[in-house]
């Protein structure tokens, strides 16, 4: 069913952000070195984010054939911590999720489809209720983005629409685990992870996108829906701030500098005048579009409505950073480099021109994966509260600096562009996952935005609260038999 896999943006082991040309081979990223290089924190990190040094680890930072055909996701990350082991994490758990499920009976068709669906009209108390799983469910549970208080996660980070170059409004799914509704006050039971998926709508089948058919909310009208983005948040016990990683499709946006080719489909979020633009005014780093392209306003939402239309004008959107770096050093130790070098090559390995999911038959279904490619992700060390954001970015109307001692590690200002689209950037109140997944230790539950709905809330509203289990009834007292004492 699959098409072979469309030029994305990429980028060379330099830190220099260039278009990832289909023509590069693997033996490119055979000479790229650092992934997961032991020690996570650069040279001149602070002493206070410092990390041990450990062993030296292998150049490149490898997959396995083994997560496509007997897919096993691990409980934990390796003990060493280097960016290869949260990153062959990630992408083994998105491979688990994303293979064919075993039971269909409940109408799922991949695996994430057999976790819990969340339901965006109910408040309180969803763990308690039926599940709800399986695709023809989650056609019912679409939601679109609105106007949202801080706390509510199915629609986008700050609530504004997006329209794609079709005028269709993007809708959201947000799975749960089933082990999430085991948890308890004191924090998230083993097995608890999140998954939001966004979806646009495909004015015609198109085999590189996987899809499902569902009725948009509202309406009677029935369409053929293609994933453009997923997010996965995975709960251990070494990390309850969970790790964060996002997936995209490779045709979703260009990159602000003008380095991405145009795939021959053009870009979902993009036209193909907005792009040619970027090409023929490239920047010299990564960052916000030339100045000479302002005519179509890129990265700019529509005025919002109540309730928002389901077509609209299109936005113009591209990528600032790939991979979720800035280029150069992070004030906080983070290694951006060794970060970025181990994203580029676990996805030239799986989804590159020769990569595993890449030379997959067309019959094979895992091989619809290979029109898609992990952005980044990012954590904190040790899995310490998330603190404030290492690199600039707006607060209280101004722009502030990145704090040196921000326990933050990863893909800094991660941002899936269909999801976290109009906060990237230096201008942005949201400049990564933990923007609004503020996680403190002493209340390690809020870093979700679901579980209030799942369980409950305290008066404030914005403090999840697990009512402890009930004590189970006691038994009857016995009673004589007629005649006895």
């Known amino acids: 069913m699959s098409t072979p896999s469309k030029s994305t943006p990429s980028q060379s082991a330099s830190l220099k952000y260039t278009p990832h040309a289909l023509a590069a081979t693997v033996a490119l990223v055979l000479a790229l070195t ?65 293979s064919p499920a075993a039971d269909t009976s409940t109408g799922a068709n991949r695996v994430f489809e057999t976790n819990r669906l969340h339901n965006p009209k109910i408040k309180s108390g969803q763990c308690s209720l039926p599940a709800l799983m399986g695709q023809a469910k989650a056609a019912l549970m679409l939601d679109i983005r ?166 609209g004008t299109p936005n113009n959107i591209c990528r600032q950073y790939a991979w979720g770096n ?16 181990a994203i580029v090559q676990l996805n030239e390995q799986l989804v590159g021109p020769k990569g595993m999911l890449t030379v997959l038959p067309d019959t094979d279904p895992m091989a619809i994966w290979k029109h898609y490619e992990m952005i980044g992700g990012i954590w904190t060390k040790g899995g310490a509260s998330s603190g404030n954001a290492p690199v600039p970015h707006m607060s209280s109307g101004k722009v502030v600096p990145g704090d040196p001692n921000s326990p933050q590690r990863g893909s800094l200002e991660l941002a899936n562009m269909s999801m976290e689209t109009f906060q990237q950037g230096d201008s942005s109140y949201v400049p990564n996952c933990f923007g609004c997944h503020n996680f403190d230790t002493a209340k390690p539950l809020n870093v979700s935005h679901i579980c209030t709905s799942l369980f409950s809330s305290d008066d404030s509203g914005k403090n999840c609260v697990i009512p402890p289990p009930a004590a189970p009834a006691a038994a009857p007292a016995a009673t004589a038999a007629p005649g006895k004492p």
């Open 34 to 98: 650092g992934c997961g290089a032991k020690q996570e924190e650069a040279p001149a990190a602070k002493p206070e984010v410092a990390a041990a040094t450990p062993p030296a680890p292998p150049s490149v930072c490898q997959a396995s054939q083994s997560w496509i055909t007997s897919p096993n996701p691990p409980a934990e990350v390796p003990a060493a911590e280097s960016f290869c082991d949260f990153y062959q994490f990630s992408w083994q758990w998105f491979l688990a999720q994303v």
């Open 146 to 311: 609105d106007d949202k208080p801080q706390g509510f996660e199915d629609v986008q980070a700050d609530g504004n629409a997006l329209y794609d170059q079709n005028g269709n409004i993007l809708v959201y799914n947000t799975w749960y685990s089933k082990a999430m509704c085991e948890s308890t006050q004191a924090g998230f039971a083993s097995g608890t992870f999140e998954i939001k998926v966004a979806w646009k709508v495909l004015p015609q089948p198109d085999p590189t996108y996987y899809s499902m058919q569902a009725t948009l909310p509202g309406t009677k009208q029935q369409v053929t829906l293609g994933m453009v983005g997923f997010h996965l948040a995975n709960w251990t016990a070494n990390h309850p701030e969970m790790i964060w990683a996002t997936f995209e499709h490779k045709t979703n946006a260009p990159l602000c500098d003008g380095s991405s080719a145009m795939p021959a489909s053009g870009w979902s979020f993009a036209s193909t005048d907005a792009a040619t633009c970027l090409t023929q005014n490239p920047q010299k780093t990564s960052g916000p579009p030339s100045a000479s392209c302002s005519s179509f306003a890129f990265n700019t939402p529509n005025q919002k409505q109540d309730p928002q239309p389901l077509t």
């Open 326 to 341: 800035q280029q150069g050093a992070s004030v906080n130790g983070n290694n951006n480099q060794a970060n970025v070098d």
